[in-house]
């Protein structure tokens, strides 16, 4: 089947919907692209970045994305960026002033909501910016509508003058429908930046100037969203119920509904009240399925609307499907409501893990075996060291936290936790991201963190994307690579108190964690070896158990490789009586990369790697598995 | 034989776990109905999830599919890479519903560590009386053959005779695919497909 990149006019394609904003962002003439990767939004620029027609890059965070797009847009060039809900938090620095400023060529912004958190640090509801900073939100429902919505709000924006936000969520970012392709790119003539410092300067002066523009503007699309197609009404024949709803919502109501009147809101901010409150009026119940936040509903009943239904019946969290939707509108509607199926087997989680070798396994054993430690987290595959067996990973809040935390710790620390050290676990790509500044904020204010820096050399969580620590870019090519070692003695890190580590050396690991917290400054150790997942990664033989002489320690169990896994069981009572249950283990040589790491903590040394003849038996092993 | 030929929209559940090719069966499953004129959607994971977590792709087909959410209690075929993966989602399926497993027990690290049990055998769990269940191990067929990644395909051949259109549109989807990618893995894909047929022979005539 083709791909969107490849399909001409008039072609059908099953695309998700980051690879249909994709297309639509080079059909639409935009000329530079900037995002930092983020689930569910990572995939847009990967798309991208295969038309090289346009500029794309991957930035060193959010806000700087933005700020690329908007000198783009005021060279004269369309320019686009891309990124996850918490991302905009970042960025929002740069876009509440940018919305004062406008635009020269049209920009817009694709703010991806994680609705039900598949994998995200929180679920915050991003059409709120659409208030906060009174420019436009779109909100497409499958592909097909994101890739015409996406071209459209770039004639919106520079139509009036303003950013556009499309907010997708994860059931439009990550869901394949069917796209039929509507044309090609339109290359646009790009006007050049001209000077004009009551636009562009944004001085009190000039920013003073520009907020009744801005608020004029709003007047001018709430006018504007009362007649625009993208707020449709699906008139129904059931005269008692009416929806106003809007994104992936839409489809669930339509599915579970299709009797009942439904107003779509493409165009959903600012919100075309007088469309919604005629609906009010011809209907019993109008009922607002939005997701995730009461924004909607609130400005309906403050419009007078009376006969409004929402979050008093649906959640404000996660997202509204049919089952959800279905039973809290028929119990409003007076019918009865069926139990919930539930699933009645009593089963194990199978929580996510990391990666069989995974370089942050050592590490992590290292720090679950540290007594009197705090340890500040940080958002990526390491945050996953808070689960089992490690549980070695105190907190986690947002993209370079670990840094700030963990010097608050220090400074606000009682006498309960005078003896205990302090470590901030972070990764390579989120240090780069956010947290050199808290680093900067140790040293300069004289702290006393114990920082590991866990450089994997890739942005793992989001696929092995590339990161200035690489020294690839996002279309693989060669670019300068971030040195950490000169940058955080440069960011006033004592060149004492910083160690480069292998992290399967887990005594090297281990010393260089004992002998840095029990120092009263900064300091930082680095780990060296790469993710698994990216191309630098080589597998070596993979290992094997002599079960003979497996002695049921366990040890290697607490390097939470998940290709170690346990044949039987044995308990034992010990000669001071006490009970102690045996594991013993076998190795998956299907997976296992011959990373070493359970070598080193086995006991009796029973894990070698596997030998030529192994490996041929192992093949007769699988021929005698005949399936019967 | 037992079909879902009537039913307006056909709803599939993929399930498994992160990096079991999960996103890659269920894609095959949408272009074979596309390829047979349906609307399609496809629900997909990334981020967190894949980690070797609990995996899913709701795949729906008909003239117009609407939500792409299946709703509890009304997949009609769920199609597991991994047994116990079966016994998790067995309240996402509807009565007469067909369920193809592959008999592969996968431990995750909570339960080798021994905080959790993994059941004895799932698939004795599963409530047989309301729906109809081939199970095998295509792990070890996949062994067999050479390529542990053949269990997609094998998976696939297992369900191909289970949708409302020819099991060839699978087949063919598999091999054009491999044709355009990898030309020298057409021949062991056709076995595999061919194999993993086979064995869902005997429920299907059942």
Redesign the interface.
């Known amino acids: 089947?083709t791909s969107a990149f490849n399909a001409k006019k008039d072609e059908?394609c099953?695309v998700?919907g980051n690879e249909a904003i994709a297309r639509a962002v080079w059909e639409a003439g935009v000329n530079v692209a900037a995002a930092y990767p983020g689930?569910?939004s990572?995939?847009i620029i990967e798309y991208l970045s295969q038309y090289s027609t346009i500029y794309t890059e991957w930035s060193v965070n959010e806000k700087v994305s933005l700020e690329v797009a908007i000198g783009a847009s005021l060279a004269g060039s369309r320019a686009f960026c891309a990124m996850k809900h918490v991302g905009m938090n970042v960025a929002s620095d740069a876009f509440m002033t940018q919305t004062l400023m406008g635009v020269n060529a049209g920009m817009v912004i694709a703010v991806a909501d994680d609705v039900g958190l598949?994998?995200s640090q929180n679920e915050q509801d991003s059409r709120y910016w659409g208030r906060f900073a009174h420019l436009p939100i779109l909100e497409p429902s499958?592909s097909q509508e994101t890739y015409e919505m996406t071209k459209y709000a770039f004639e919106l924006s520079e139509q009036f003058d303003t950013p556009v936000i499309i907010r997708l969520t994860t059931?439009v970012c990550?869901?394949?429908?069917?796209l039929t392709i509507q044309g090609e790119r339109i290359e646009r003539e790009v006007g050049g930046f001209k000077k004009d410092p009551d636009h562009w300067v944004m001085t009190p002066v000039a920013a003073r100037k520009r907020l009744p523009i801005m608020f004029a503007r709003e007047q001018k699309l709430r006018d504007h969203t009362e007649i625009s197609p993208l707020n449709s009404l699906h008139k129904g024949t059931d005269a008692k119920l009416g929806f106003v709803t809007s994104g992936?919502a839409f489809?669930?109501v339509?599915?579970?509904y299709p009797q009942a009147s439904i107003l779509k809101l493409g165009f959903s901010h600012p919100a075309p009240l007088e469309k919604i409150k005629s609906l009010a009026k011809q209907v019993d119940y109008l009922v607002v399925v939005e997701e995730t936040e009461k924004l909607l509903e609130t400005e309906i009943r403050a419009s007078g609307v009376l006969n409004v239904y929402g979050k008093d019946i649906l959640p404000n969290i996660g997202?509204l499907?049919?089952?959800i939707l279905q039973p809290a509108v028929d119990k409003l509607l007076g019918k009865e409501v069926s139990e919930?199926?539930?699933?009645?087997?009593k089963?194990?989680?199978?929580?996510?893990?990391?990666?069989v070798a995974c370089p942050h396994l050592g590490p992590y054993f290292a720090l679950a075996h540290m007594r009197n430690v705090n340890i500040t987290g940080d958002i990526g595959?390491y945050t996953?060291g808070a689960g089992?067996?490690w549980n070695a990973l105190d907190t986690c809040i947002s993209m370079g936290a670990s840094m700030g935390v963990a010097h608050g710790m220090d400074k606000g620390r009682g006498d309960i936790d005078s003896k205990k050290a302090i470590v901030a676990v972070i990764g390579d790509s989120t240090f780069l991201h956010m947290g050199m500044q808290g680093l900067v904020d140790i040293t300069y204010n004289k702290g006393n963190v114990t920082v590991l820096l866990l450089d994997n050399r890739a942005v793992g969580?989001?696929?092995g994307q590339n990161n200035p620590g690489m020294g690839k870019d996002l279309h693989n090519q060669d670019t300068v690579r971030i040195n950490f070692v000169q940058l955080v003695e440069a960011l006033g890190v004592k060149k004492e108190r910083i160690r480069v580590v292998n992290p399967y050396e887990l005594p090297n690991v281990m010393k260089a964690l004992r002998e840095e917290t029990k120092i009263a400054e900064p300091s930082v150790i680095i780990t060296n070896e790469p993710c698994v997942l990216v191309d630098a990664y080589e597998s070596r033989v993979p290992l094997k158990v002599v079960a003979e002489d497996c002695t049921g320690c366990g040890n290697c169990?607490d390097t939470?490789?998940?290709a170690?896994?346990?044949t039987h069981?044995e308990t034992v009572v010990k000669p001071n009586g006490r009970e102690k249950?045996l594991?013993f283990?076998r190795i998956d040589s299907?997976v296992c990369t011959g990373c070493n790491l359970c070598t080193k903590p086995c006991a009796p040394d029973c894990i070698i790697p596997m030998s030529g003849k192994d490996l041929q038996q192992k093949?007769v092993e699988?021929?005698s598995?005949?399936?019967k | 034989m037992n079909t879902i030929e009537n039913h307006t929209i056909t709803n599939i559940l993929v399930s498994g776990?992160?990096g079991q090719g999960v996103m890659t069966a269920a894609?095959i499953l949408?272009?074979s109905a596309?390829d047979q004129g349906f609307?399609?959607?496809?629900?997909?994971?990334?981020?967190?999830?894949?980690?070797?977590?609990?995996v899913t792709s709701h795949v729906r087909f008909g003239h117009k599919?609407?939500?792409?959410?299946i709703?509890?209690?009304q997949a009609d075929i769920m199609l597991s890479f991994e047994a116990?993966?079966a016994?998790?989602?067995?309240?996402w399926l509807k009565k007469e519903a067909v369920v193809l497993v592959n008999n592969n027990h996968l431990?995750?690290?909570?339960?080798?560590?021994?905080?959790?049990?993994?059941?004895e055998d799932p698939i004795a769990?599963l409530n047989t009386s309301d729906k109809i269940i081939g199970y095998?191990?295509a792990t070890?067929?996949a062994?067999?053959l050479?390529n542990?990644k053949l269990v997609n395909t094998i998976m696939l051949g297992a369900v191909s005779d289970f949708l409302p259109f020819p099991a060839e549109v699978v087949r063919n989807n598999i091999i054009s695919r491999f044709q355009q990618r990898k030309p020298k893995l057409v021949a062991i894909n056709e076995q595999a497909f061919d194999?993993g047929r086979a064995?869902s022979e005997t429920i299907r005539n059942s």
């Open positions: 089947m059908r099953l998700s689930t569910p990572t995939e598949s994998s499958d059931r990550h869901v394949k429908t069917l992936p489809l669930h339509l599915e579970a997202e499907s049919p089952n919930d199926k539930k699933n009645s087997n089963l194990f989680p199978r929580p996510p893990t990391m990666c595959c996953l089992q067996p969580m989001t696929g169990l939470g490789c998940p170690i896994f346990v069981r249950e594991a283990v299907d093949v699988f021929r598995q005949e399936p | 776990i992160g894609e949408a272009e596309i609307d399609v959607k496809k629900t997909e994971v990334a981020g967190m999830a894949q980690r070797g977590g609990v599919v609407l939500s792409p959410i709703v509890e209690g116990a993966e016994l998790r989602w067995e309240h431990e995750p690290p909570v339960v080798n560590l021994g905080l959790f049990d993994y059941p769990q095998f191990d070890a067929i062994r067999e050479g542990l194999m064995k």
